[in-house]
């Protein structure tokens, strides 16, 4: 994996831990904190080489449409429309 796209993918999974984290402390979401580390898990794998490509693309993608679905349902940017931002950035940026 290219350099740039590595590190991008680690900046996105450290941002998505913390945002399942601060789902967890502020409105006691588990579900938000155990999805945030799982799909951060998987993306570590990938990050590392362990996981090969394009399952990278294939999380990412599953995780815009949560993030696009949440943002639909609850209208409100954060933290779902934040997310779904930093996803598309990702995406975008893992193939410049």
Do not use: E
Request: glycine share 8%; charged share 10%; with cysteine.
């Amino acid at each position: 994996m290219h350099h740039f796209a590595n590190t991008i993918l680690w900046v996105y999974i450290v941002l998505l831990v913390v945002g399942g984290l601060i789902g967890f402390l502020k409105a006691g979401s588990k579900v938000s904190l155990i999805t945030s580390v799982v799909f951060a898990a998987v993306l570590s794998l990938c990050a590392t080489g362990i996981i090969q490509h394009p399952v990278t693309d294939i999380i990412l993608a599953v995780l815009l449409v949560v993030f696009g679905m949440r943002l639909a349902k609850t209208r409100k940017f954060m933290p779902s429309g934040l997310m779904l931002v930093l996803t598309i950035a990702a995406l975008a940026l893992r193939h410049l």
